[in-house]
C-alpha cells in the first residue's frame, strides 16, 4: 500500500506524518509520473487557487482525473473544493465527486474554528464511539450533493462538512492537524 | 457541540495552510488579482513595498484600512497586514478589519523599543520576523503563530536571510545533540522561553511554521530558501519592482513548488526580464538596516 499527497502546496507534511504513523508508505506527487504504482492520493488543505494553477500548469489534471476513476482520493479542505464539480466560480477543477461547495463558507480567519462531531461511519469502521474533533480554517461547506454521495457529517445547522462518493471522500475539516488518526485509517480501508 | 475560535490550533493551523506558498507584498487590489492569478497562497497588503519605505524615508505606518479593505474584496486568498512593533493599537484595527494575519514588522518604524504585542491577546494570529532561534522563540512566547526571517526588506540582496535561516535551523540541529541539562544555560545565552527551547529539542523543529523573508528576488533565491529548510517564501519588493512583475511571481511560486528540481528551476527562471535593481547589503550603512528593529 503507498499513499500519494499532492504536494503542490499546503500542509502535505502533516499528512505524510499522520500516515506515517499507521504505518504507511507516502510519495510525495508533484509531476504526473509520481502517480505511478500510487494505490490512492489524498489532496491536502492549502489555497485551492495556487493548487489548481500549478496543477494545470504542470499538467496533472488528466493524469488526476483519470486515476480517481479507478482509485480512492481523499480531499481535505483545499482538497474537496478541487475535487468537486462546482464552487461557483471560475477556478480549475478535478470534478470529480458530485457535490458543489462554497469556498471561505464561516467568512475569514477570525471566524475560523473547531468543534467535537458525532461521525457514525467513522465510529463504526473504527470501532470507537468518543467524538471527532474537528478543525476548521477559512473552511468550505458542502452546499448539496448528488445522488450517489453519501454525506458522512453535517454541522448542528445541517449544513454539510463531510461527503462520500464511492473511493472519493470530501472533508471541510483538517483531520491532519489533530493527533487523530481515525479519518487516515477510514481512507486507507477505501484504498485497499 | 460547543466551538471555539481564536485557539492556537487554529492560528497555527492557517500558516500550516500557507506552507510550500508564496506570500506576496501588494500595495492595491489589481496588484492583489495579479498575484492571486500567479498561484499566491496569500498577499501582504501595503501601502508602499519596502524598497519604496527605504527610499521615501520617514515614518511608516500601519496601511489606511480602505485600501487593506479593497485588497480584501479583490482577493479570494488570505490577506494579511502590517502593523508597528509595538502598536496595539493599530493590531486592534487591523483585527476589526477582519484581517487573516497581522505581521508585527521591523519594516514599519517600531513604536516601541522594549516590547512587542502580546499577541495571545487577539483572535487574529500574528507572524513575525526573526534573525536567530532566541528571536524567534521570544515571539512565539508572546504569540506569534508564525514566524519568518527578517533578511534584509528591499534590498533584493538575499545574503541576510540565508544568514537568519542558517542560524535558526543550525540551532535546532545544535538543541538535538545537547543534553537536558544544558538547556537552560541555552535558553539563558539566547534569551529564549525555557519551556519552548525544551519543545524544538524533542520536536526537532520549530513549534510554529518558519517562511523565508527579506531579499527574495528570482526563483533561483526562494528555492534556495526552501532548500534550506524553510515551509514558504514571502516576497516583497521582488516581484512588483521587477520589469515583467505578473510572470516573475508566477515563475517564484513553481520555484518554490519544484525546489529541488534544477531543471524546472532552469525553466522558470527563463526570459524573466529586468530584476528589481538591488542593494547590496554589506556596503549599506548600519544605520539604514531594518533587521535590527526588535527585541
Known sequence: MKIGVLALQGDFAEHISMLKKIGVETVEVRLPKHLDGVDGLIIPGGESTTIGKLAVIYELMEPLKEFGKSHAIWGTCAGAIFLSKDIGRDQPLLGLMDIKVQRNAFGRQVDSFETDLEIDELFKATGTEHPYHAVFIRAPIIESVGAKVKVLAALEDGRIIAAQEGKLLATSFHPELTGDTRFHEYFISLAS | ?295
Open chain 2, 1 to 295: 457541540m460547543e466551538s471555539k475560535t481564536g485557539t492556537w490550533t487554529e492560528k497555527k493551523g492557517l500558516a500550516q495552510m500557507l506552507k510550500g506558498g508564496v506570500i506576496m507584498d501588494v500595495v492595491n487590489a489589481e496588484q492583489a488579482r495579479i498575484a492571486e492569478e500567479a498561484g499566491a497562497c496569500a498577499v501582504m497588503a501595503l501601502e508602499r513595498v519596502p524598497a519604496d519605505i527605504r527610499a521615501d524615508g520617514g515614518v511608516a505606518r500601519m496601511s489606511d484600512p480602505d485600501m487593506i479593505l479593497k485588497i480584501m474584496d479583490a482577493v479570494s486568498i488570505p490577506v494579511m497586514a502590517k502593523c508597528r512593533i509595538g502598536h496595539f493599537v493599530e493590531a486592534q484595527i487591523l483585527q476589526s478589519l477582519g484581517v487573516d494575519y497581522i505581521d508585527e514588522s521591523e519594516v514599519l518604524t517600531p513604536a516601541d523599543e522594549e516590547h512587542h504585542i502580546l499577541k495571545h491577546n487577539f483572535k487574529v494570529p500574528f507572524v513575525c520576523g526573526c534573525r536567530n532561534i532566541g528571536e524567534a522563540l521570544r515571539r512565539i512566547g508572546e504569540g506569534a503563530a508564525m514566524i519568518r526571517t527578517k533578511g534584509e526588506a528591499g534590498t533584493g540582496d538575499v545574503v541576510e536571510a540565508v544568514r537568519h535561516a542558517r542560524s535558526v535551523i543550525g540551532s535546532i540541529r545544535q538543541l538535538q545533540t545537547m543534553g537536558d541539562e544544558e538547556l537552560m544555560t541555552f535558553a539563558k545565552l539566547n534569551g529564549a522561553p525555557y519551556d519552548l527551547v525544551k519543545e524544538v529539542k524533542e520536536t526537532g523543529r520549530m513549534p510554529v511554521v518558519n517562511f523565508a523573508a527579506g531579499g527574495v528576488a528570482t526563483p533561483a533565491d526562494a528555492a534556495l530558501m526552501m532548500q534550506l529548510g524553510v515551509d514558504g517564501v514571502f516576497v516583497g519588493s521582488g516581484i512588483f519592482k521587477s520589469g515583467d512583475p505578473a510572470k516573475r511571481a508566477a515563475a517564484i511560486v513553481k520555484s518554490v513548488t519544484h525546489y529541488m528540481d534544477a531543471s524546472i528551476l532552469a525553466e522558470v527562471s527563463r526570459n524573466l526580464g529586468e530584476a528589481m535593481v538591488g542593494r547590496n547589503v554589506s556596503q549599506m550603512p548600519e544605520g539604514e538596516k531594518l533587521a535590527g528593529r526588535g527585541w
